[in-house]
C-alpha cells in the first residue's frame, strides 16, 4: 500500500514539473533579458549600413569620423551610449551628432572605443545660444530646457538652437527648436522647451566631429 502512495506521489511530482516547465522557463528568460543590456556587434550588413552613412551630406565644414554604437544599456542608454573609436583615432572631447545635430559630447576615451555623455543626461550643460541670446541646455523633467535668457529677450517659437561657442564646443551645431516659452515663478528668465527630434534607442551609427576647442 505504502509503495503505490509513493509512486502516485511521485508520478504527480512529475506531472506538476513537467506542467510548470514553459512558465518558469519563460519567467527565467524574462528576468535575464530585463538585466541584458544592448550590445551592437558589426556584421556584414552593419558594415554596408555604414558605407551608405558615409554618404550622408554634412553640413558642418570640419574633419569626422562615422562610426557605429557598440553598446547601449536599455536602462541607460538616455545618459551615455559606447561607440567604436578612441584615442587610436584621436578623439578627445568631440562634439558627437546624428542627422546634423548634437546628441552628446565625448565624455570618456579608451584606445578604441568613447563613451559619449548624451545631451539626455541630467548631468549634461551645454552652452547654446537663440538668435543673439545665450542660454543653458540642460535636462529636465524628461525634456531638453533651456533657461538663464531674460524673460526680454525676442525669441519666439520655432527659433532654431544652436551651439553657442562658450566651453569647449565650437559653435552653430543645430540642437531643435523653440518648442515652448513659459516663464520662471518671478518672471525674470525664460523656461524654453525644445523641440527635439533625436531618438536614442533608433539609431545605429554617428558622426564625430573632430575639430575642437581643446
Same mark, same amino acid.
Given at each position: 500500500?505504502? +509503495?503505490?502512495?509513493?509512486?502516485?506521489?511521485?508520478?504527480?511530482?512529475?506531472? =506538476?514539473? =513537467?506542467?510548470?516547465?514553459?512558465?518558469?522557463?519563460?519567467? =527565467?528568460?524574462?528576468?535575464?533579458?530585463?538585466?541584458?543590456?544592448?550590445?551592437?556587434?558589426?556584421?556584414?550588413?552593419?558594415?554596408n549600413k555604414l558605407l551608405e552613412f558615409n554618404n550622408i551630406d554634412l553640413i558642418y565644414e570640419t574633419d569626422y569620423l562615422n562610426t557605429y554604437i557598440i553598446y547601449k544599456d536599455i536602462y541607460n542608454y538616455l545618459n551615455e551610449i559606447t561607440i567604436r573609436g578612441g584615442k587610436d583615432q584621436n578623439l578627445n572631447k568631440n562634439p558627437v551628432i546624428y542627422d546634423n545635430t548634437l546628441i552628446g559630447i565625448i565624455d570618456k576615451v579608451n584606445k578604441n572605443t568613447s563613451?559619449?555623455?548624451?545631451?539626455?543626461? +541630467?548631468?549634461s550643460k551645454i552652452s547654446v545660444k537663440i538668435n543673439d541670446e545665450v542660454g543653458l541646455l540642460e535636462y529636465k523633467n524628461n525634456e531638453l530646457i533651456v533657461s538663464n535668457i531674460s524673460s526680454k529677450a525676442n525669441i519666439k517659437i520655432g527659433d532654431i538652437i544652436y551651439t553657442s561657442?562658450?566651453?569647449?564646443?565650437?559653435?552653430?551645431i543645430y540642437i531643435g527648436?523653440? +518648442?515652448?516659452?513659459?516663464t520662471d515663478r518671478k518672471n525674470?528668465?525664460? =523656461?524654453?522647451?525644445?523641440?527635439?527630434?533625436?531618438?536614442?534607442?533608433?539609431?545605429?551609427?554617428?558622426?564625430?566631429?573632430?575639430?575642437?576647442?581643446?
Open positions: 500500500m505504502l +509503495k503505490i502512495i509513493k509512486e502516485n506521489y511521485l508520478f504527480l511530482i512529475l506531472f =506538476i514539473i =513537467i506542467l510548470l516547465k514553459e512558465p518558469i522557463y519563460k519567467l =527565467i528568460t524574462i528576468k535575464e533579458n530585463l538585466y541584458t543590456p544592448v550590445k551592437c556587434a558589426i556584421t556584414e550588413s552593419d558594415y563613451t559619449i555623455k548624451l545631451l539626455t543626461n +541630467k548631468s561657442g562658450l566651453g569647449n564646443i565650437h559653435d552653430n527648436l523653440v +518648442k515652448e516659452i513659459t525674470i528668465e525664460y =523656461i524654453i522647451k525644445v523641440d527635439y527630434q533625436i531618438k536614442i534607442k533608433d539609431i545605429d551609427y554617428v558622426t564625430i566631429l573632430k575639430e575642437n576647442k581643446l
